[in-house]
């Protein structure tokens, strides 16, 4: 285990299972990073940056003198509506990232099986030690896609979950008098 911490090792071992996996793993795993380079972005967002939006609103809200006329009652909407938005930016692409992982990992098993098949083509036989290579690829970007949907998913629910508790929150913040 502690080998896998030298830098060249890791890094072997990943070109490994990227070779194991196939090209679909590579495209797998760009699709990965760029998910959770979304994500970090999200939890840095959630962890500083919303509460100077909310209070930005409020600030907005409270230097206003009319709160009642409609107009007043459209700057409040305009208000929470910017702030939702901040809110909720990239969650539709995390979203997309979340949903299109798996599709990779099917299309990962499509292209393993057809390279067990040109293998039993080839040959004529069903020869496991020929076909095992093309099983191999066909399971391992699968397995990677998966991984990748479930791991997005859990945090773009709780990134929904938090927009909506915000929206919540600075409606209430924006009091109607």
Known sequence: MLELINPSIAFDALMDFLSAG????????VTTFFMWA???ERMMYWSGAHSGVAKRAARAWSART???SWYAH???DKLISE???EASRFNSVIRALVAVTPLLGLLGTVTGMVEVFDVMAVTGSSNARLMAAGISKATIPTMAGLVASLSGLIFINTFDSNVQKASHRISDDLLIE
């Open 22 to 29: 196939g090209n679909v793993l590579v495209i797998i795993m």
């Open 66 to 68: 009319d709160h009642k």
């Open 38 to 40: 979304l994500i970090i």
């Open 74 to 76: 459209a700057v409040r």
């Open 83 to 85: 702030a939702m938005q």
